[in-house]
């Protein structure tokens, strides 16, 4: 009888022992994955490449993105810059189309506005971590009203394509006196 005993106690410490070493595997394998785990996020962080962005602004006469006029006389110029920056990690080719408007202009900021082109820069081509200002863009308007608009369209050239980008505008109002 001690002799069946001593063996169950025996069978039963052997499958604890076993139990015990079955466990710590496991544990170890999943400590192993952990860290592998842990060291694919920390390496992703570090190389991954940030999305990259542009700028696009508009300048008053004096150079500064406030105080743009709101009242002007009939055939009197606004003094306009435009600036454009590229943070795209690749060189970016633009243009840069102006237009006028009335009240009756639609701006949609998906596909740009019905307004009447006046000029359109020439292509640019900035290399990343540039930015660019126009020369001074002078504009007027020879007929009164309200509610007219002085438009900027920004254009991405690609193979040799325009697609538009994004748009700036503001709206004056035109006096004759």
Not at 18 to 41: D, M, P, V, W, Y
Not at 120 to 133: C, M, P, R, S, V
Request: charged letters at 20%; a negative charge.
């Amino acid at each position: 009888m001690k002799i069946k005993e001593n063996m169950k106690e025996k069978k039963s410490h052997n499958n604890s022992n076993q139990e015990q070493k079955n466990l710590a595997k496991i544990t170890r394998i999943i400590l192993l994955i952990g860290i592998i785990l842990t060291s694919c996020f920390i390496i992703y962080e570090i190389i991954k490449v940030e999305p990259g962005y542009y700028t696009y602004g508009l300048l008053n006469s004096e150079g500064y993105a406030q105080d743009y006029p709101t009242q002007i006389k009939i055939n009197e110029n606004v003094t306009l810059f435009t600036t454009v920056g590229n943070f795209l990690n690749e060189d970016f080719s633009f243009s840069i189309h102006i237009l006028k408007g009335n009240h009756s202009t639609w701006i949609n900021s998906e596909s740009g506005s019905n307004g009447t082109l006046i000029s359109k820069l020439q292509i640019i081509t900035l290399q990343h971590g540039n930015e660019w200002i126009s020369d001074a863009q002078n504009i007027s308007f020879s007929n009164p009203g309200s509610n007219k608009t002085i438009i900027f369209e920004l254009w991405k050239i690609e193979n040799n394509l325009e697609s538009f980008l994004d748009i700036l505008f503001i709206r004056l109002n035109v006096t004759d006196i």
